[in-house]
């Protein structure tokens, strides 16, 4: 089953395109989501694609590119679940990890899943990739994306891969992955007031 969703979790942006997202994944393996910071698509989308049966029985690995933000993502959507890390929902980062037999939803660094990918090309266990944060680029994470395609094309016509972004130009990396939507999701626009302060005499 998946996890519930915190109080306000539905009026995040990112729950208004999330089936989206799954009908790409269904329809072409691949999808790219462009969504801006703070509208959810770290803490909405990996739960989501677990509860949608879309990973059947294996685990979804999402990479993400530091070693805190792994740790607190984890944390806080265990939390949501009313579990404890390391038991649905967990993470393994350099020298520190929190995973179990149970573990379906987890979050590691850039190096843990390079490593892994060429220690175990096929990724047996895994059903789904998720590249959390790309538009910070760096090595591993381009790495990432290659070795996946390449596992993709060549060993695992079955293996889901999300690639989200908050400020990535989404059209040269889906046309890289073609065939591969991009989905975009609009963040809220919040009134401000702007008041002035008489300069002191």
Partial sequence: SGAPMTADA?????????????????ATRRVVLVAPPGSGKTTLVPPALLASGLAGDGEIVVLQPRRAAARAIARHIAKTR???????VGYQVRFDRRVGPRTRLRFVTEGVLTRRLQSDPELRGVS???LDEFHERSLHADLALALVREVQDALRDDLLLVVMS????AAPLAEWLAPCPV???HGRAYPVDVGYVAAAS
């Fill in 166 to 169: 908050a400020t990535l130009d």
């Fill in 10 to 26: 539905g009026s995040l942006p990112v729950a208004g395109v999330l089936g989206e997202v799954e009908d790409a994944l269904r």
């Fill in 183 to 185: 989905v975009r999701c």
């Fill in 128 to 130: 789904v990739v998720v």
């Fill in 82 to 88: 009313g579990e404890r890390v390391g038991e649905t």
